[in-house]
Nanobody
Framework: VQLQASGGGLVQAGDSLRLSCAGS????????MGWFRQAPGKEREFVAA????????RFADSVKGRFTISRDNAKNTVYLQMNSLNTDDTAVYYC???????????????????WGQGTQVTVSS
């Protein structure tokens, strides 16, 4: 499983960005997907997750109402739409894949077996 994240950049507070994560080497629709982020000097934290079909979605409280997550299994891609960005959203954003099945652990970083390389998001005030 290979994941390639893209779409990061430098924006101003209040702006929007859409991150994409393209999967290859796997049956993409068999994996739940998640987005995590890591700011300098901080641990990697959960941002959002979506089940294999897209029916289940979870968000961190800090992004709820501002971010949305979606996926297009025909394109092997998951998206993170980020609106009303603020300086606290500055981080490297990672997409990750969790094998699908009966149980789903959207916030548990240890349950994600595959990770993309990360894309930098910088929000200036």
């Amino acid at each position: 499983v290979q994941l390639q994240a893209s779409g990061g950049g430098l924006v101003q507070a209040g702006d929007s960005l859409r991150l994409s994560c393209a999967g290859s080497g796997c049956t993409f629709s068999s994996y739940a997907m998640g987005w995590f982020r890591q700011a300098p000097g901080k641990e990697r934290e959960f941002v959002a997750a979506i089940t294999e079909s897209g029916a289940g979605i979870r968000f961190a409280d800090s992004v709820k109402g501002r971010f949305t997550i979606s996926r297009d299994n025909a394109k092997n891609t998951v998206y993170l739409q980020m609106n009303s960005l603020n300086t606290d959203d500055t981080a490297v954003y990672y997409c990750a894949a969790q094998a699908g099945g009966r149980s789903w652990y959207p916030r548990d970083i240890k349950k994600y077996a595959y990770w993309g390389q990360g894309t930098q998001v910088t929000v200036s005030s």
